[in-house]
């Protein structure tokens, strides 16, 4: 694949404000002019709906059968979004990639180097990696007034694992944000911080 476009990723445990950035990063960019998409995991594909109808039912699933789930999904997602939207040299702004599956499955006792290994065979890698960063209670405490919850992801001890894992990830495509600041101030440092790597890209300079 001719890579043309770039992959930023938005990433966080429940309740960090994935979607509220990753929609804002998308209505900038296109403000701009740059042919942006966004796309999110679990996909709307089947087995991203499979996920969802899963996840109501805690402990129908082994992690390695969740793995095994989100590796489906993410190859779907991979075939018919990202990498179509990277060839066409198009900006994909993505909620959730397989950071996510490290640190979720992680948290639940495997091998989160396996994983990485596992996505990255046939997952392109994100040119940035927003990592939204909030105390689990805190996160908890702003998604209590949605009507339908995520039993299996959920569970304030876990996500305190999951958030431990996130504030892993290191290198010089994550930036890590404070997720309990303003979020306009937040919604400026990342889109000033994806400027900043798309005018390195020969493709937007």
Known sequence: MSRKGALIVIEGIDGAGKS?????????????????????????GKWGRELKRMARRAGSLTPEQELELFLKDRRENVEKNVRPALAAGKIIVLDRYYFSTIAYQGAK??????IRRLNERFAPKPDLVFILDIKAGEGLARISG?????VLFERESYLAKVRRIFLSFRGARFVHIDAC?????????IYNKAMLILAKKPSYS
């Open 20 to 44: 509220t950035q990753a929609k804002s990063l998308l209505r900038k960019l296109r403000a701009k002019g740059f042919r942006a998409v966004y796309f999110r995991e679990p996909s709307r």
């Open 109 to 114: 006792g495997l091998d989160g180097d396996r």
């Open 146 to 150: 949605r009507k339908t919850k995520d």
């Open 181 to 189: 600041r303003d979020k306009r101030d937040i919604a400026r440092q």
